[in-house]
């Protein structure tokens, strides 16, 4: 196991050290867990991984339970991390950033995605595209756990991404995905959980740091011209214990990534033609 003390430390040589180490990548499937009071259902989900996941990290957010403990001491995991800052976005970023296999999936803690998904996600890697999203809209999907007001929420997030970036997308607000790690090297998203400043929204934390994240991917991914797929996944009602997301403030969160990223995609254009 590798219990991550060193991402815990400062200095420059130790940061170089981990930096460096984040960026090798080796042929592989890592999955990142994040998890916040998720003690009871963490284990059910490390036992039932599939075999062709080779490395396992947790990310442990500001847990009042025995999450760190379960994850530290589970067999399936090779890195438990810490992470510093508040919100879903700073947990995935940090683990995307130790990632250290060719895909990368990304799953949520709480039993309500399938890890028998993951080998689609994998095939469709391997198939081509640079990132692969699960979408519960789409023949075959489904979902137990969605309310009428957070799809509706979810399909008008969905639709106004649809128009800026001129996409064909029918789930933006589902964080079952999986990446190349190069797709990910691409989008600058390793150091949200660290970030200081940069544009204040709700509930304490800055842009990236809260579940607007997989928005933020989602729409840089498609600012980047990355090859962008999605797969029917069905969603399964929590097992244990309470959703840590918030419809109406994490709702607007998503709402200013989406807005956010196309304002970049503009700046971008306009410095390519003054080039």
């Given at each position: 196991?590798?219990?991550?003390?060193?991402?815990?430390?400062?200095?420059?040589?130790?940061?170089?050290?981990?930096?460096?180490?984040c960026?090798?990548?080796?042929?592989?499937?890592s999955?990142?867990?994040?998890?916040?009071?998720?003690?009871?259902?963490?284990?059910?989900?490390?036992?039932?991984?599939?075999?062709?996941?080779?490395?396992?990290?947790?990310?442990?957010?500001?847990?009042?339970?025995d999450?760190?403990?379960?994850?530290?001491?589970h067999?399936?995991?090779d890195?438990?991390?810490?992470?510093?800052?508040k919100?879903?976005?700073?947990?995935?970023?940090?683990g995307?950033?130790?990632a250290?296999?060719?895909?990368?999936?990304?799953?949520?803690?709480d039993?309500?995605m399938?890890?028998?998904?993951?080998?689609?996600?994998?095939?469709?890697?391997?198939?081509?595209?640079?990132?692969?999203?699960?979408?519960?809209?789409?023949?075959?999907?489904?979902?137990?756990d969605?309310?009428?007001?957070?799809?509706?929420?979810?399909?008008?997030?969905?639709?106004l991404?649809?128009?800026?970036?001129k996409?064909d997308?029918?789930?933006?607000?589902?964080?079952?995905?999986?990446f190349?790690?190069?797709a990910?090297?691409?989008?600058d998203?390793?150091y949200?959980?660290?970030?200081?400043?940069?544009?204040?929204?709700s509930?304490?934390?800055?842009y990236?740091?809260?579940?607007?994240?997989?928005?933020?991917?989602?729409?840089r991914?498609?600012?980047?011209?990355?090859?962008?797929?999605e797969?029917?996944?069905?969603?399964?009602?929590?097992?244990?214990?309470?959703?840590?997301?918030?419809?109406?403030?994490d709702?607007?969160?998503?709402?200013?990534?989406?807005?956010?990223?196309?304002?970049?995609?503009?700046?971008?254009?306009?410095?390519?033609?003054?080039?």
């Open positions: 196991m590798d219990n991550l003390s060193s991402f815990e430390c400062s200095g420059c040589v130790r940061r170089s050290v981990v930096e460096s180490r960026m090798e990548t080796s042929p592989g499937v999955v990142i867990i994040p998890a916040r009071n998720e003690s009871q259902n963490l284990p059910r989900i490390l036992d039932s991984l599939p075999e062709l996941v080779d490395e396992v990290i947790v990310i442990v957010g500001n847990s009042t339970d999450t760190v403990t379960v994850a530290q001491n067999p399936r995991v890195k438990t991390l810490i992470q510093r800052s919100g879903k976005g700073a947990a995935l970023s940090l995307l950033r130790a250290s296999r060719e895909y990368v999936v990304m799953i949520d803690a039993g309500s399938n890890v028998d998904e993951i080998s689609n996600f994998v095939q469709a890697l391997e198939s081509g595209a640079d990132v692969v999203r699960g979408s519960r809209y789409m023949t075959g999907g489904g979902s137990e969605l309310t009428a007001f957070r799809s509706f929420g979810n399909k008008s997030l969905t639709g991404a649809n128009i800026l970036f996409v997308w029918t789930d933006l607000a589902y964080g079952y995905a999986a190349r790690k190069s990910l090297e691409q989008m998203v390793f949200y959980d660290s970030k200081v400043g940069g544009i204040p929204l509930r304490g934390m800055s990236g740091q809260g579940f607007e994240i997989e928005s933020l991917i989602f729409c991914s498609a600012r980047r011209g990355l090859r962008v797929i797969i029917p996944s069905t969603e399964a009602a929590r097992w244990n214990g309470s959703s840590n997301l918030k419809a109406i403030p709702g607007f969160r998503a709402l200013s990534a989406i807005l956010v990223e196309r304002a970049r995609s503009r700046r971008l254009r306009v410095d390519q033609l003054e080039d």
